[in-house]
């Protein structure tokens, strides 16, 4: 990871260290969700089209961030993973090339 620059390194860590399951991630976005989704219900049923518009307005928000999120850390993770793979490459080349042997 020598030639990954400080932040690749640390969106691959923070990739590595996250639980992944679908559990997990279910729980992780529930907290921005359930409140939003609540607060549409509580307004259709009501006939409150303020309950109805907070509602939305956190679920518009929600997916705004997780797009900027995205493509923020999207790039930077392909980056570190082209690196990677470069540097992966030119060690198996190298080792594939046999040794000259000098006594010839």
């Given at each position: 990871m020598q030639n990954l620059t400080r932040e690749e390194q640390l969106t691959i860590a923070r990739y590595l260290t996250e639980p992944h399951g679908w559990v997990d991630t279910w729980f992780r976005y529930v907290i921005y969700f359930v409140p939003s989704l609540l607060f549409g219900l509580y307004g259709m049923l009501k006939g409150d089209f303020a309950a109805v518009a907070v509602g939305y307005?956190?679920?518009f928000g929600l997916v705004v961030y997780l797009i900027s999120y995205q493509r923020k850390s999207g790039p930077l993770f392909r980056s570190a993973l082209r690196k990677l793979m470069e540097g992966c490459r030119a060690t198996t080349d190298a080792?594939?090339?046999?040794?000259s042997n000098p006594s010839e």
């Open positions: 307005i956190v679920l080792a594939a090339k046999p040794a």
